[in-house]
Each structure stands twice: as C-alpha cells, then as structure tokens.
Nanobody
C-alpha cells in the first residue's frame, strides 16, 4: 500500500514562502496523480493543487494561482508544493493524497483519492 508523508510546514510571515514535500516510502510517484488539499479550522477541506499521473498536467484552485507551484521529483519519490507570497488565509493543515488509479487525470474532489498523508501545519502570521 502506498504510504505518503508530508513535511515542510511551519510558521511564516505574510509574504513568505514554504515548500511542502509529499514523499512515498517505497514506490515511485511518477505514475500517480497527486493532489494537495488543505483544511482550516471550522472549514471544509479544499483542493489546492494536483499533478496528473498521465501527463503531468497541473491544476490550481483560483486562490493560489500564480503563487503556488506543484512539481515532482521521481528520483526522490517526492511531490512538492512551492508556496510563495503566503497570506494569512493560507493557514491550514495541508495534506497530500494519491489516486490509486495509475496514469489518471487531475481530480479536484478529495473523495476521489485513496491514499493520504498525515498532514503538515502551515501557519501564516505576523
């Protein structure tokens, strides 16, 4: 079974940057569609970004377009979420997830992902 581990969260000032990592323990992620999601206290889980397992096409929710970038390093079995120009409203627990169907396209709903990491906290505050 695919196991995912997120890292890279922390406390950052508004306007700052963080890079989140989603690492797989045993399997390469190159054929998996990987999504990043976030959940703030009292709010529903939100799809932030994804990278397709079929052609590496990407998706970003409107609120992060131009600020976040998703990428993968197959040799390191890791998918990254580079987050720039962070805002207080980006504060949330961030999760990565994988679709068990290989070579699939990006999916926005978290219900369509099968494997989840434990989450990493991102706090944007001065």
């Amino acid at each position: 079974q695919l196991q995912l581990v997120e890292s890279g969260g922390g406390l950052v000032q508004p306007g700052g940057s963080l890079r989140l990592s989603c690492a797989a323990s045993r399997f390469s992620l190159d054929r998996y569609t990987i999504g990043w999601f976030r959940q703030a206290p009292g709010k529903e889980r939100e799809g932030v970004s994804c990278i397709s397992g079929s052609d590496d096409s990407t998706y970003y929710t409107d609120s992060v377009k131009g600020r976040f970038a998703i990428s993968r390093d197959n040799a390191k079995r890791t998918v990254y979420l580079q987050m720039n120009s962070l805002k207080p409203e980006d504060t949330a627990v961030y999760y990565c997830a994988a679709d068990r169907v290989l070579f699939s396209r990006c999916k926005v709903s978290g219900h369509e992902y099968d494997y989840w990491g434990q989450g990493t906290q991102v706090t944007v505050s001065s």
